[in-house]
């Protein structure tokens, strides 16, 4: 079964403001896809709307299930998603608890929550960080700790929105490992176009809200001319 498929979908923020305009694509099980664009250009928009947070025309199918309110939860045990800003996802008095609650929420006995949270907690380097509050985290470790929220539910589907921001090197390559190893499908957007290289079994190019380019990373990344049309630099080869 297709993981995402999106036809045709059109969104604008309640402002109206345009985000994503006529966008089809369809992503299979196990890929790799990352999306790159300038500023602006809808990648968020498309996360969103593959999750559900933005209702527009035209259709997004997850696993089979079109992206309705109806079916929100049964997308959210399908697919999990990391915001942009980490703070969105973090409300919890600790760590611990925030990243626990997803697996609270789906039923799972204690003792499978405590596993699942010290190894999501463990994963991403925060084993140390579990009884403090988010808030007094670093920014870096605010990004791992949003992660970890989504790793604890072990979703068949994972978005990833700027994954690698405010992360120092050493944390931005454990991360790159990381997601190389997962098995699950990936959507990640990204400005980091040595990030975006790394990871992608495929290149998605977004800008102006439509898709300008989809491909594998070879192709669109080293295209100096498309790139640099699109505001953006090619990676350190
Ligand atoms: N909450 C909002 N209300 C109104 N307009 C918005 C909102 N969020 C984003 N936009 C607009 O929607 C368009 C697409 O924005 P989006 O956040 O999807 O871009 P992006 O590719 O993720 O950019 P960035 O690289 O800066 O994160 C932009 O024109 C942006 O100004
Ligand atoms: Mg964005």
């Given at each position: 079964?297709?993981?995402?498929?999106?036809?045709?979908?059109?969104?604008?923020?309640?402002d109206?403001?345009?985000?994503?305009n006529?966008?089809?694509?369809?992503?299979?099980?196990?890929e790799?896809?990352?999306?790159?664009?300038?500023?602006g250009?809808?990648k968020?928009?498309?996360l969103?709307?593959?999750?559900?947070?933005?209702?527009g025309?035209?259709?997004?199918v997850?696993?089979?299930?079109?992206?309705t309110?109806?079916?929100l939860?049964?997308?959210?045990?399908?697919?999990?998603?990391?915001?942009?800003?980490?703070?969105d996802?973090l409300?919890?008095?600790?760590?611990?608890?925030?990243?626990?609650?997803?697996?609270?929420?789906?039923?799972?006995?204690?003792?499978?929550?405590?596993?699942?949270?010290?190894?999501a907690?463990?994963?991403?380097g925060?084993a140390?960080?579990?009884?403090k509050?988010?808030?007094?985290?670093?920014?870096?470790?605010k990004?791992?700790?949003?992660?970890?929220?989504?790793?604890?539910?072990?979703?068949?589907?994972?978005?990833?929105?700027?994954?690698?921001?405010?992360?120092?090197?050493?944390r931005?390559?454990?991360?790159?490992?990381?997601?190389?190893?997962?098995?699950?499908?990936?959507?990640?957007?990204?400005?980091?176009?040595?990030?975006?290289?790394?990871?992608?079994?495929?290149?998605i190019?977004?800008?102006?809200?439509q898709?300008?380019?989809?491909?594998?990373?070879?192709?669109?990344?080293?295209?100096?001319?498309?790139?640099?049309?699109?505001?953006l630099?090619?990676?350190a080869?």
């Open positions: 079964m297709t993981a995402i498929d999106i036809k045709d979908f059109s969104f604008h923020y309640p109206g403001t345009p985000a994503l006529r966008v089809s694509l369809s992503i299979e099980p196990g790799k896809v990352l999306l790159i664009g300038p500023n250009a809808g968020s928009s498309l969103l709307a593959m999750a559900g947070f933005a209702q025309t035209g259709s997004v997850v696993e089979g299930l079109k992206v309110k109806k079916n939860k049964a997308i959210r045990q399908v697919l999990g998603c990391c915001l942009e800003n980490p703070d996802q409300f919890m008095p600790t760590l611990f608890e925030d990243i626990a609650f997803g697996p609270l929420n789906m039923g799972l006995s204690q003792a499978e929550i405590e596993q699942r949270v010290t190894q907690l463990t994963t991403v925060l140390d960080k579990a009884h509050p988010p808030h007094h985290l670093s920014a870096g470790q990004r791992a700790a949003a992660i970890a929220t989504v790793l604890s539910m072990a979703p068949r589907i994972i978005t990833l929105d700027e994954p690698d921001g405010s992360l120092d090197p050493r931005r390559i454990e991360l790159q490992t990381l997601l190389k190893s997962l098995t699950q499908t990936l959507v990640i957007a990204t400005c980091n176009m040595n990030f975006a290289y790394a990871l992608a079994d495929r290149v190019l977004v800008d102006h809200g898709i300008v380019a989809d491909g594998t990373a070879q192709t669109i990344m080293t295209d100096r001319a498309l790139m640099e049309t699109h505001g630099e090619l990676p080869l």
